[in-house]
């Protein structure tokens, strides 16, 4: 079983340990009973951090998984996982905050999860999401008011922190300058084609981890492809090093001082993704990767996006 390192963020405890690798559940193909399965190989691996999300509906599974961990003694109590799971953008205002936490709990089984995050910085008027997001359905947030709740939400002792996902530098300083806990954590889309460097300093700066989605380019999901594990420079060092393109990815990010959520459920990739603390990357290599061209996945931002909506085209801009 690997012993996957540690990052320390902030909590209610004070500094307390997150895996820097998680496994993303985020998934429009597996079925509930693939995910809990994976999840649950996945521990017997040696993954303790597990990042879902209302949108992903993928709560209930991790929560059955977490329950059967337990009962066939892969751990010994819950407080071995890290858990982090989001507050879907139907729920940012101050009122839905609450009950929308509560909510997730109720689906996955659990006292608190480890980290609550607000998932995008935006108001959708929808009930159920669908895609391409009418333009009349988004609204900008009152992010002082829903901050104020998930704040509230920590204080409770429903999550032991809480942060972002999807935000910019000048957005999370908004947050900064009324907060009274600031954000432990900032997820945005980072990867060797989309290197994140200024926000990576910024949060770096301000004491917020940052944590990469799309680690490989988010290739055999929907809104993902396959630019980061065909691109050709970390084909080459993969070659000349014995590894995985993915595997050359996922270090880079190690060595950048983030954490990282990957999500695979085929079995041998899995193990793949965890073998990649014991070797590191040349000063040559990592200048190499420094100059890949930059590209963002616009997929992300596009399946959401009516034309010509203010609100949306604000969080292109910055991210």
Request: aromatic content about 8%; some cysteine.
């Amino acid at each position: 079983m690997e012993n996957i390192p540690k990052i320390m963020i902030s909590s209610s405890d004070g500094p307390r340990p997150m895996p820097v690798i998680g496994m993303g559940t985020a998934t429009l193909t597996a079925c509930s009973d693939e995910v809990k399965v994976a999840v649950i190989e996945a521990i017997k691996m040696g993954y303790r951090h597990f990042d879902t999300a209302a949108l992903y509906q993928t709560e209930n599974p991790v929560g059955e998984a977490i329950r059967d961990a337990l009962r066939l003694g892969l751990i010994n109590s819950r407080s071995e996982l890290f858990i982090t799971t989001k507050l879907w953008c139907n729920s940012t205002e101050r009122h839905l905050v609450i009950p929308a936490m509560k909510e997730s709990l109720r689906n996955l089984g659990l006292e608190y999860v480890d980290l609550y995050l607000i998932h995008w910085p935006l108001k959708l008027n929808q009930e159920h999401f669908k895609v391409p997001v009418p333009k009349d359905c988004i609204a900008t947030i009152d992010i002082k008011a829903v901050w104020e709740a998930m704040e509230e939400c920590q204080n409770l002792g429903l999550t032991k922190s809480i942060g972002v996902s999807n935000f910019s530098s000048r957005k999370i300083q908004e947050i900064l300058s009324f907060s009274k806990i600031p954000p432990a954590v900032n997820q945005v889309e980072m990867n060797p084609l989309w290197q994140q460097k200024q926000l990576n300093q910024f949060c770096k700066e301000n004491s917020i981890i940052l944590t990469a989605y799309s680690p490989l380019g988010a290739i055999g999901n929907a809104w993902g492809d396959n630019r980061v594990i065909q691109c050709d420079v970390l084909q080459d060092i993969a070659m000349s090093k014995g590894k995985t393109t993915a595997q050359i990815s996922l270090r880079w990010l190690y060595e950048q001082g983030v954490s990282f959520v990957v999500k695979s459920f085929n079995t041998k990739r899995m193990k793949q993704n965890l073998d990649i603390f014991n070797w590191s990357l040349s000063a040559d290599e990592l200048n190499k990767i420094s100059y890949i061209p930059q590209r963002k996945n616009v997929y992300l931002i596009g399946m959401m996006m009516s034309e010509h909506n203010d609100v949306m085209a604000d969080i292109d801009d910055e991210l």
